[in-house]
């Protein structure tokens, strides 16, 4: 079943001065559980902002959004994100920026360090607990960015180009290594990217958008062998 289900969303975003800027324009999409979609289309058309709706982080201002089933008002669900730069907490160790969402959400550490741990190792961290973002490469701190997605057990996963900055090797590593996250722990994900590779790699199924104001042009189904 859908966790995610758009039906008729638009969204328009009020400028201050000026005209409005009609970002999506009558979406209708589902998720299923588990599912890997990822976004496609020209800069400016949408993905962004259709990412930001999946994540509550936006309220449409057409149409309406399900969660689960439910009518879908705001931020409540557990999401996780990505985005381009890594973000991460230059005084902090790799483990306390994983714990980051933790401490933000003034919860026990304690029974998330075990968790953390696993994250680090699953993303080949391990031995890098201690270690300080300056330490580490852009391919190593974009892992330290999707293990501190992944600490609260996001029901969905929304990734903003997030292998964008790296160089092409980091990028299919950090690819490949992503689709095993997913054999692992089946986490459900939206992930925007220009790269048809990247999408045909890692999709279930790939959302076509077309230029401004956005729309879905096509949802193919991807059914390749994977690595
Ligand atoms: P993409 O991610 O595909 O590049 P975006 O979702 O970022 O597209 O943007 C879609 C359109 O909405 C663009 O024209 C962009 O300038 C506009 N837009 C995005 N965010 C805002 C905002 N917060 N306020 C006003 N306009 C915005
Ligand atoms: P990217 O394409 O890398 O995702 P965006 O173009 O979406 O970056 O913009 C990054 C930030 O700027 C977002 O928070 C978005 O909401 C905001 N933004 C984008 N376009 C506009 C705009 N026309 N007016 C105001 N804010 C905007």
Redesign the pocket.
């Known amino acids: 079943r859908p966790l995610v289900s758009l039906r008729g969303v638009s969204k328009t975003?009020q400028?201050k001065k000026g005209t409005p800027?009609q970002a999506l324009t009558d979406i209708s999409l589902d998720i299923a559980e588990g599912e890997v979609v990822t976004l496609v289309g020209p800069?400016g058309c949408g993905k962004?902002t259709l990412l930001r709706l999946l994540g509550g982080l936006h309220m449409p201002t057409e149409g309406e959004m399900l969660l689960a089933g439910q009518r879908h008002t705001g931020p409540s669900h557990r999401i996780g994100i990505v985005y381009?730069q890594p973000l991460l907490l230059p005084w902090k160790n790799v483990i306390e920026n994983v714990l980051v969402p933790i401490r933000v959400r003034r919860a026990k550490l304690a029974p998330y360090r075990e968790r953390a741990r696993e994250l680090l190792t699953v993303l080949g961290l391990d031995s890098f607990a201690q270690s300080y973002p300056h330490q580490l490469s852009g391919g190593m701190q974009q892992r330290v960015g999707i293990a501190r997605a992944l600490i609260q057990d996001p029901e969905i996963l929304l990734m903003?180009?997030p292998f964008g900055a790296l160089d092409a090797m980091t990028r299919d590593a950090l690819t490949v290594e992503l689709l095993r996250i997913h054999e692992e722990f089946r986490t459900t994900i939206a992930f925007v990217t220009h790269s048809i590779a990247e999408s045909v790699l890692l999709a279930d199924r790939v959302v076509v958008m077309t230029p401004r104001p956005g729309r879905v042009a096509q949802v193919l189904p991807v059914d390749l062998p994977r690595p």
Do not use: F, L, P
Request: proline content about 0%.
């Open positions: 975003y400028a800027v800069s962004s381009q903003d180009e």
